[in-house]
């Protein structure tokens, strides 16, 4: 899937990704206020810059073996009230829980070593 692929679609609700995705490219649902429900292959280990940004997400639990969040990736997400993260992320980019209002806490892994 290419960079900001579905950016923008405002009435797109759920997605579902293909097995053997290993990226969520950059941007790719960025603006996809109404987006609340996706399925993410446990084969995807990361999550690129702006990825989820501005999605209508409440809860979202990642796969096993997600290792990266970049910059921004969920940033202005206000319904986000929780997620879940596993124990192979490693690293948090900058900014990538900022104007998420709704969430009220997060665990951080041991794992993770850069925030």
Known sequence: MGT?????????QKA???E???NITEGTFKNCSSLSEIYIPDSVQYIRKYA????????MTLPDNV???EDY???NSVSLKSITLNDKLTSIGQQSFRYCDALTGITIPDSVTSL
Do not use: K
């Not at 692929?5 to 405002?10: D, K, L, P, S």
């Open 4 to 12: 900001y692929i579905f950016a923008g679609c405002t009435s797109l």
């Open 20 to 22: 053997g995705r290993i």
């Open 16 to 18: 579902v990704l293909p």
């Open 67 to 69: 290792e990266l969040i």
């Open 73 to 75: 990736a969920f940033t």
């Open 52 to 59: 989820f940004y501005n999605t209508g997400f409440v809860e």
